[in-house]
């Protein structure tokens, strides 16, 4: 009984620092734009790069489709911390350029940023 106890306490503070994790990012995305004009979000610096608007469109795409993945697959208390914090960690490297898959790019669907 005390080690279900401890193990929901575990993934509630699991929940809680993911949250956290979350609204920050929100905050320093949102920060971030706030003063992009949709004339600038849309200009791409050079042909094979995306504009702002593309990388917000592209954001959007993924993270639905991580969520999507992430509700199929989860089972609680069985994550692998060296690899969330792996994949943490790799998600703010940003020095090594990944090409995302045909379905997480972005289509010209997002108005605005």
């Known amino acids: 009984?005390?080690?279900?106890?401890?193990?929901r306490t575990e993934q509630?503070?699991?929940?809680?620092?993911?949250?956290?994790?979350?609204?920050?990012?929100?905050?320093?995305?949102?920060r971030t734009l706030k003063n992009v004009s949709d004339a600038a979000a849309k200009v791409r610096p050079n042909a094979d790069a995306w504009s702002i608007l593309d990388v917000s469109e592209?954001?959007?795409?993924?993270?639905?489709?991580?969520?999507?993945?992430w509700m199929k697959l989860?089972?609680?208390?069985?994550?692998d911390?060296?690899?969330?914090?792996?994949?943490?960690?790799t998600a703010r490297?940003?020095?090594?350029?990944?090409?995302a898959p045909e379905r997480s790019r972005p289509a010209g669907k997002m108005p605005s940023v």
């Open 12 to 30: 509630e503070q699991e929940r809680e620092t993911l949250i956290a994790r979350l609204k920050q990012s929100r905050e320093i995305y949102l």
């Open 58 to 69: 592209h954001m959007a795409i993924a993270e639905r489709q991580m969520l999507s993945l």
């Open 81 to 89: 911390r060296a690899l969330d914090d792996k994949i943490a960690e």
């Open 93 to 99: 490297d940003r020095s090594r350029k990944l090409e």
């Open 1 to 7: 009984m005390a080690q279900a106890v401890n193990s």
């Open 74 to 79: 989860a089972q609680p208390g069985q994550a």
